[in-house]
C-alpha cells in the first residue's frame, strides 16, 4: 500500500499550524560571533566574542532584551581586558 503525499491546500494548512506553534525566535540583533571561536580556559569564555559556552549555545533563544544584556556585559568585559574599569558581570554577588 503507497502512501500519498497531502493535497497542496492540507499542506498550507499544516505549516501554518506550524508556524503557529514555533515560538517567535528574535533575529533583530545580531550575533557578535566574529568566527574566531576558542574558549580560554582561564575565562571560560570565547577569545573571539568574549562570551560564555551559555551565552553563546542560549543566543538564538534569547530575547531582544536578553540579547542587548549580554552585549552589555561583553562590552564590559572587552574593557576590563583592555584596561578599563573593573568587570561587572550584571548579576548580584555576596561576596
Request: aromatic fraction near 2%; glycine fraction near 6%.
Amino acid at each position: 500500500m503507497s502512501e500519498t503525499s497531502p493535497a497542496p491546500g492540507a499542506r498550507r494548512e499544516i505549516r501554518r499550524r506550524r508556524q503557529r506553534r514555533a515560538p517567535a525566535l528574535d533575529t533583530t540583533i545580531p550575533s557578535p560571533c566574529i568566527s574566531v571561536c576558542q574558549i580560554d580556559d582561564a575565562t571560560e569564555r570565547c577569545i573571539g566574542c568574549h562570551r560564555s559556552i551559555d551565552e553563546i549555545r542560549d543566543w538564538p533563544i534569547l530575547s531582544a532584551e536578553e540579547k542587548i544584556a549580554v552585549l552589555a556585559r561583553l562590552a564590559a568585559r572587552k574593557a576590563a581586558q583592555a584596561g578599563g574599569p573593573p568587570e561587572h558581570d550584571g548579576q548580584d554577588h555576596d561576596d
